[in-house]
């Protein structure tokens, strides 16, 4: 049986950081969906510990850790610059312009093979390894040629580009030859698992459909699985009289007539966190909503700050954040808060739950963790989800209100429509919203890909 086999996680970060002399559990989606699942079966991490002084492998709980030593070097070239620089611009549709040095590739490829490596010492025979991620995928074949007993899967938590972007890579083939070495090959959306088969038969590394790849006369399996949550830990934290208590002071010290407009992200330019403040000034411009009525929070956890690009998009929101607020608000009456800090789970669950409007609207997203987070903290089915149609999410939540998040006057828009639902329309589709993300939870995401997996 699938479940009772151990699995070995590999993905660029541990699921555990050091606090004082112990090592506690990160937050996360990957860690929370990850981390029962190997408690219940047993098995290894492998990743990297975030620090550049070596640790040791160790157990925690049930499974085994193996640190993957980086140096400080390896981790400017493997993770700001190739995976950050390179990457994650080009797999988010080059909304910021990649940047292709050859001098970043080399430490791409070293610390790819040393996370094989440590893969491959601590997985037992016939066992099974599951790879995670943009930074790692050159680990499939590389697992592949030192462990060939093993079933290799490979899940991909960002889009596949389509195949006009992913041709500007000079790494290209080598890319998919790394991920041609996993048996199962899994994406958040079918576009994303279509444009990669495309690529593979393009240049003439696979032959094959959309779903199933032959290389030589090993088959790879394509598949979509779209990640998702722990549905049932968001609706009871949010439910719980702290979070409710939380959620009305919120309330109440923001202006309690005042309706609630909510975003949360990583601070990232992808999450077109300056189009949505652009679109709520655009709102507020036509006076037929007033700061009286309305407030916009917006959290922003820092995120990769030695990446220039990041840098800049803080120093843009910033400003338009002053220049929203220079305009708009009165006093008592601030229009943007804006809070550049994370919060704890617990914490989130409590403004969710104070919003009246959450608002999700990257450029491009994998999948997009927060609009399901929302919807899950909704058990009194209010609240109005308006969602960008570039995120992964899109494709599931359709029952929310779906923008394009570069249309700045169709965003105003929206966010007015949002304002202005009567309690049974919202309270229609978040009953819907809600039944898809309780059905299709983390865990079974988890489950799917490790039946995938098991063959
Ligand atoms: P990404 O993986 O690109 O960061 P997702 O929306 O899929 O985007 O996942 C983000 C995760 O990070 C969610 O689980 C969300 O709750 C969490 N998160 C976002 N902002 C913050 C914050 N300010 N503090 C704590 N957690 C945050
Ligand atoms: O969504 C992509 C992703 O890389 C996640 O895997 C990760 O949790 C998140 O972005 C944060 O990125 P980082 O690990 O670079 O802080």
New binding site residues.
């Given amino acids: 049986m699938p479940k009772s086999k151990p699995i070995v996680i590999v993905a660029n970060r541990l699921p555990v950081q050091r606090v004082g002399d112990r090592f506690v559990e990160s937050?996360?989606?990957l860690v929370?969906a990850l981390v029962p699942t190997l408690k219940a079966r047993g098995g290894a991490w492998v990743g990297w510990p975030g620090v550049s002084t070596p640790l040791r492998r160790f157990r925690f709980e049930n499974f085994r850790v193996q640190p993957v030593h980086i140096s400080e070097a390896e981790e400017d070239g493997f993770y700001n610059q190739f995976s950050n620089r390179t990457l994650w611009p080009l797999y988010h549709d080059a909304i910021r312009t990649p940047e292709f040095d050859h001098s970043w590739w080399r430490p791409y490829v070293v610390v790819n093979h040393r996370y094989a490596k440590a893969a491959a010492a601590v997985a037992p025979r016939n066992g099974l390894v599951w790879v995670h991620d943009y930074h790692l995928q050159l680990v499939p074949a590389m697992l592949r040629s030192m462990r060939p007993d093993v079933r290799i899967g490979f899940f991909l938590?960002?889009p596949f580009p389509p195949e006009e972007l992913f041709a500007w890579l000079p790494w290209r083939e080598r890319i998919l030859e790394g991920l041609l070495g996993a048996d199962v090959v899994g994406f958040q959306t079918q576009a994303s698992a279509r444009n990669f088969s495309r690529a593979a038969r393009e240049y003439n590394l696979a032959e094959g459909t959309d779903t199933e790849l032959a290389v030589g006369r090993r088959k790879v399996r394509v598949g979509t699985f779209p990640?998702s949550?722990d549905f049932q830990w968001f609706a009871e934290a949010a439910s719980k009289p702290e979070s409710l208590r939380e959620a009305s002071l919120l309330k109440r010290r923001l202006g309690a007539s005042r309706k609630i407009l909510l975003s949360?992200?990583?601070l990232?330019y992808?999450?077109g966190i300056d189009l949505r403040l652009l679109a709520f000034e655009a709102m507020l411009k036509r006076k037929r909503v007033r700061v009286s009525e309305c407030v916009f929070i917006q959290?922003?956890?820092p995120?990769r700050e030695p990446v220039h690009e990041y840098a800049q998009m803080r120093v843009r929101i910033e400003q338009l954040v002053g220049r929203i607020n220079g305009e708009f608000s009165e006093p008592g009456r601030v229009a943007v808060h804006y809070?550049r800090?994370?919060?704890?789970?617990e914490?989130?669950a409590a403004y969710y739950r104070a919003a009246d409007v959450m608002i999700?609207t990257p450029l491009r997203?994998?999948?997009?963790?927060?609009?399901k987070?929302f919807v899950a903290t909704r058990s009194d089915y209010s609240g109005v989800l308006v969602l960008s149609e570039f995120a992964g999410a899109a494709r599931e939540l359709r029952q929310a209100t779906i923008v394009n998040p570069r249309n700045i006057e169709g965003m105003a828009d929206a966010f007015e429509t949002a304002l202005n639902t009567s309690k049974r329309d919202a309270r229609h589709r978040m009953a819907i919203l809600r039944t898809i993300v309780r059905r299709h939870d983390v865990f079974e995401w988890a489950d799917n890909f490790l039946e995938a997996l098991a063959g």
């Fill in positions: 937050a996360g989606g929370t938590h960002v990640i949550i949360v992200d990583r990232d992808t999450k959290i922003a956890s995120s809070f800090r994370g919060y704890t789970r914490q989130l999700v997203d994998g999948m997009n963790l927060v609009a987070e």
